[in-house]
């Protein structure tokens, strides 16, 4: 089956670069995503790897190495409502899951 | 475009009560999921679709039953509802499973007493 796992809660500071990490296992792997979620809200869709490499949208970078089963995702220029959950993801076909989703990693943006 | 709509929103539920989620999606979306969402446990997957008509398991499906009978709408149902499903539950559609991004239904917050 499909699993995955990345930090529980990462803190930082306003301003800041930080770096939420994400390994994964799986079979028939299409691809890496990362949602955000805030407090009583739904996940909305931040970013998507199916090659290794970085991809870059605004002031969030995700990357993946499919050879290490690992991505992660980078948020520079930290702002307060950044605060949020983070949720890596993998899709996969072949009969799997689908789309398995990790833990979240709760993130808190300090003054 | 409403993209993907939940009802209801909330929900109280007596132990033994029966109730069905609806799900229903706009993208003509191929894929369909219904997770739960419990503190610190992430987004479990309780059953999914991969068409009209086809359902499947996740991982914690006990309890829980679905239906497909068309494409855009994807029904959960507890026949019996335990204390154990309070939860909050989110419904999320893809357009095939190499698509990037999922779309999720606002979430039902329900509660079992």
């Known amino acids: 089956g499909q699993s995955l796992e990345q930090p529980s809660e990462v803190t930082a500071v306003e301003g800041a670069i930080v770096q939420i990490n994400c390994t994964y296992q799986?079979?028939?792997?299409?691809?890496l995503s990362w949602y955000q979620q805030h407090d009583g809200g739904a996940p909305t869709f931040l970013s998507y790897?199916?090659?290794?490499g970085l991809e870059e949208t605004g002031r969030f970078s995700s990357f993946l190495s499919r050879s290490d089963s690992y991505g992660y995702l980078l948020l520079q220029e930290l702002q307060m409502k950044d605060s949020a959950s983070y949720f890596c993801?993998?899709?996969?076909?072949?009969?799997?899951?689908?789309?398995?989703f990790g833990k979240g990693t709760h993130l808190i943006i300090q003054p | 475009n409403a993209g993907v709509t939940q009802t209801p929103k909330f929900r109280v539920l007596k132990t033994g009560q029966s109730m069905t989620l609806l799900c229903a999606q706009d993208?003509?979306?191929?894929?369909m999921y219904w997770y739960r969402q419990d503190p610190g446990m992430g987004l479990r997957l309780i059953h999914y679709?991969?068409?009209?008509?086809?359902?499947a398991k996740g991982k914690v499906p006990d309890g829980y039953n679905v239906s497909r009978l068309k494409k855009q709408n994807f029904l959960l149902g507890l026949e019996s509802a335990a204390p154990s499903q309070t939860s909050v539950y989110f419904c999320a559609s893809l357009r095939w499973p190499q698509a990037s991004e999922a779309f999720f239904g606002q979430g039902t917050r329900l509660t079992v007493v």
């Open positions: 993208m003509n979306h191929e894929y």
């Open positions: 799986t079979s028939g792997f299409y691809g």
């Open positions: 679709s991969v068409g009209e008509g086809t359902t």
């Open positions: 993801a993998v899709t996969s076909g072949g009969g799997a899951d689908g789309l398995t």
């Open positions: 790897n199916a090659l290794d």
